[in-house]
């Protein structure tokens, strides 16, 4: 299994004027896409109006993506690790918990799980397919998967659970 950062700044790379100063990219933070004028060429952020209508000649989206949250009951009480903050929460509310359930055996799924473990928690990692880490071929998946499993133990009355 990979390793612990232990420092939370460590978490956070990199600063707009850090960007400006390398790759002279302007970086707007605090900043949302809120409109896209296709005729103008211009994104406006909403929020603060025509300040910060930006024009372009070419556009690229990248908003990213979010954690899918499988439609199973108690969903609603699950935590997703997504940025940051997500971990925060994560680690916010492991400080309370003496057993954890983690949905979801790919890499992230798999590094919360060793977290959860290293912090002394009891975790059972609950995974869909019949391996871990999915794009892996499973000669590959294996060893993690037997690693993963000489780390924690079985939550009490957890048991592999199938979302598909
Ligand atoms: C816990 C965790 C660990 C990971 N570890 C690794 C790793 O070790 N190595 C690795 O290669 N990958 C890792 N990944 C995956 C990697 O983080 C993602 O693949 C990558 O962040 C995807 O980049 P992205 O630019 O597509 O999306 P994102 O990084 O999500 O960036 C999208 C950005 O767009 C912003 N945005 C969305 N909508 C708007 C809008 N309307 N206006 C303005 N901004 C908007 C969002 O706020 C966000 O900041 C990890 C992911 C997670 C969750």
Redesign the pocket.
Known sequence: MGGVITDRDALLLQTPEAIKARFNIDVLVN????AIDRTAHTVTDLATGAARRLHYDRLVL????TPVRPSIPGIEWALT??NVEDADALAAAAQQARTDAVTGGG??GL?VAENLVRKGLQVALVEATDQVLAPLDPEMATPARRAALGRGRPAPGVRGHRHR
Request: without cysteine.
């Open positions: 900043t949302r896409a809120e990248a908003p990213g993506a690790l997504r890499f992230i590094e």
